[in-house]
Each structure stands twice: as structure tokens, then as C-alpha cells.
């Protein structure tokens, strides 16, 4: 039966669903491992050099970055969904692109939104980033550009539990997703000064 249906479908179709299911599979693991303290996003790497006034387009307000690999999934999660549940109601292809597109949007703003509130929640403890930070040792997260030009972001492991903040950096070179860091300082609440940590020396 499923293969009658398959065959069934046209070639759009069939990208389409095989596309949305594999978002799925993606969505689904990343979320267990989101909730079981792994990590299980990773960052394009998009490196965007192109600048306005100085401005680093790759970084959105507060650090946050549009350009994620979970973003990606988030999209084509609403985006395939989206056409498939609506293909039969919504008669005009350009419209059901358009509704499709604003839905898959509207996921990666949701759950943006919500990963950050749970950021917020982590942070909000009773841990003193100042007295607790330096020392501690983590990695890269979203790409940390160099000589304190911008924010990017680190997990570290700080009382017993991963933990996400926004990091800057005072070295000449950019300090790329998944690069093994040591913290040097705390600047704020939720800002650290990182090195990358093979620089580090006794």
C-alpha cells in the first residue's frame, strides 16, 4: 500500500516528503539530546564577513544566530509540514509556498524564543559567574570572532551541568565552532572571556 501511494506521488512529492521526514528524524534527536544535557546542534559554520558600518551580520541581537544547522531543520520541519497538510486545501502553488515559508518562519522564531527562555532560566540560578567562571573549560559553540570584533557563543561546564553563554575573545584568530576554550573571565552575567585552549600555559 505504501509503495502504491509512493509511486503515486509526483517527483515534487516525493522531495517533499523525503525531505520533511528526514527534518523530522533530525528534529526528534535533536530534541532528546537537547533535554538529556548532550549537544546536539552545530553551527554551519557561516561565516559571514560581508559588513554594514562595522555591523557583523552573522550575529543577531544578544548573540543569538540565525545561521544554524537547528534553524535549517526548524524551517524545512514547518516549511514541508506546512505544504504537505495544506497542498489539498490551498489550490494556488505561490500561496502555498508563501503560507508554507511564513510557517517554517514562525517555528525557527518559536523555538529561538523558547531556547532562550530556557538559556535564561539556566543562567538565572544561583551561580556567580564571576567567582565561578574562570578556569572552566568548554567549546565553541557559534564561531567567536576575533580581537573582541563580536559575540559568539561557548558551553562550558560550570557546577556540575553544561551550560550556554555568550563569549568574546581577545585573540588575533576567530575561534571556530567545536574549538576546545578555557574561560578567562567573567565581563558580566551572561558575557565571558575565552581563549582558545591550547594557549594556555602554567
Known amino acids: 500500500m505504501i509503495a502504491t501511494w509512493w509511486a503515486g506521488l509526483s517527483l515534487v512529492m516525493k522531495v517533499l516528503w ?16 537537547t533535554f538529556v544535557g548532550a549537544d546536539a546542534d552545530s553551527d554551519f559554520d557561516t561565516d559571514i ?14 548573540g543569538s544566530n540565525l545561521y544554524t544547522f537547528r534553524n535549517f531543520v526548524n524551517f524545512i520541519l514547518g516549511f514541508g509540514w506546512s505544504a504537505i497538510l495544506l497542498q489539498e ?15 517554517g518562519i514562525a517555528l525557527v522564531a518559536a523555538v529561538m524564543y523558547l531556547f532562550k ?9 544561583n551561580i556567580n559567574l564571576q567567582k565561578s567562571a574562570a578556569g572552566c573549560e568548554g567549546k565553541v559553540y557559534l564561531t567567536i570572532p ?26 588575533e584568530e576567530d575561534l571556530k565552532t ?15 572571556l575565552v581563549e582558545a585552549l591550547n594557549t594556555y600555559t602554567i
Open 18 to 33: 523525503s525531505v520533511t521526514l528526514a527534518a523530522s528524524l533530525i528534529f526528534i534527536i535533536q530534541s532528546i539530546l
Open 49 to 62: 564577513d560581508t559588513s554594514m558600518d562595522g555591523s557583523d551580520l552573522s550575529n543577531i541581537e544578544g
Open 89 to 103: 486545501s490551498i489550490p494556488s502553488k505561490a500561496l502555498l509556498i508563501l503560507i508554507s515559508a511564513v510557517i
Open 117 to 125: 527562555l530556557l538559556s535564561g532560566m539556566q543562567q538565572s540560578g
Open 146 to 171: 576575533a580581537a573582541r570584533s563580536g559575540v559568539g557563543k561557548v558551553q562550558i561546564t560550570i557546577a556540575g551541568a553544561v551550560r550556554e553563554y555568550d563569549a568574546v575573545t581577545e585573540g
Open 178 to 192: 567545536g574549538v576546545q576554550i578555557r574561560v578567562v573571565d567573567a565581563l558580566d552575567a551572561g558575557t565571558l
